[in-house]
């Protein structure tokens, strides 16, 4: 049977996986309401990931980085209303 040698970094088991926050960390790390940020994900303006299983939203870290464009309409459906 031959040798088998480990390498680092060549396969992506060898990836550290992606910080995966709940909606409440994800608010306090871009500091805004948890309101606020449940507006911010029914605009579509971030990414959300769902854990097999469960029916609770994720949110990676990199993704909050991104900045959100300041023209998406983040207002709640009771402040367009005239």
């Given at each position: 049977?031959?040798?088998?040698?480990?390498?680092?970094?060549?396969?992506?088991?060898?990836?550290?996986?992606?910080?995966?926050?709940?909606?409440?960390?994800?608010?306090?790390?871009?500091?805004?309401?948890?309101?606020?940020?449940?507006?911010?994900?029914?605009?579509g303006?971030?990414?959300?990931?769902r854990?097999?299983?469960?029916?609770?939203?994720?949110?990676?870290?990199?993704?909050?980085?991104?900045?959100?464009?300041?023209?998406?309409?983040?207002?709640?459906?009771?402040?367009?209303?005239?």
């Amino acid at each position: 049977m031959p040798d088998i040698q480990e390498t680092k970094g060549d396969t992506p088991t060898d990836q550290k996986p992606p910080e995966l926050l709940t909606q409440e960390e994800a608010a306090a790390y871009l500091r805004v309401s948890r309101t606020t940020f449940w507006r911010i994900i029914k605009a579509g303006a971030i990414k959300t990931y769902r854990i097999p299983g469960s029916d609770r939203l994720r949110f990676k870290r990199e993704d909050l980085l991104e900045p959100v464009n300041p023209t998406d309409d983040l207002t709640s459906e009771k402040d367009t209303e005239e």
